[in-house]
């Protein structure tokens, strides 16, 4: 009997991200902060001084959504809002002295456990691995572009 795509792609995809996810906010959450919150933390951090639109197309949320991450890291003192020289409707956003020492602190963990996540699978799996992903999402975003 042939298991549908779903069952054994969707279901499978779904169940590993969900225990990835509440292993990793559970490791962070000694940090205190969330999965989301360092996604936006390490974002911002590789591309300093971008505003909240540019960067919420980079760690892939809305643009309210991005905003409510934002306040937290911000009353957290991990980013801060500066007003955009150029337009002063604007701000223009930042990663502080504390948010880049929680980044020195957190990505050190978080590679150690992807290692150990990793283990026993092969370069070349790994490359496979990545590439299937890659095209999925993009089979994504082309579907979703088609229904707009």
Aim: proline residues 2%; neutral net charge.
């Amino acid at each position: 009997m042939c298991i549908s795509y779903d069952e054994s792609i969707g279901q499978l995809t779904n169940q590993t991200n969900k225990k990835l996810m509440r292993y990793l906010n559970s490791k962070l959450e000694l940090h205190d902060i969330t999965l989301e919150q360092w996604n936006v933390l390490l974002k911002l951090s590789q591309h300093e001084k971008i505003n909240q639109k540019q960067l919420a197309d980079k760690v892939d949320k809305d643009q309210p959504t991005l905003a409510r991450i934002l306040d937290i890291l911000e009353r957290k003192k991990l980013v801060e809002r500066k007003p955009n020289k150029e337009d002063k409707r604007a701000f223009t956003l930042h990663i502080t002295d504390k948010g880049l020492s929680l980044k020195e602190k957190v990505e050190p963990f978080l590679e150690s456990f992807f290692e150990i996540i990793i283990l026993g699978i092969s370069n070349e799996d790994l490359e496979i691995y990545k590439h299937v992903l890659t095209k999925i999402n993009s089979n994504i975003s082309i579907q979703e572009m088609g229904e707009k």
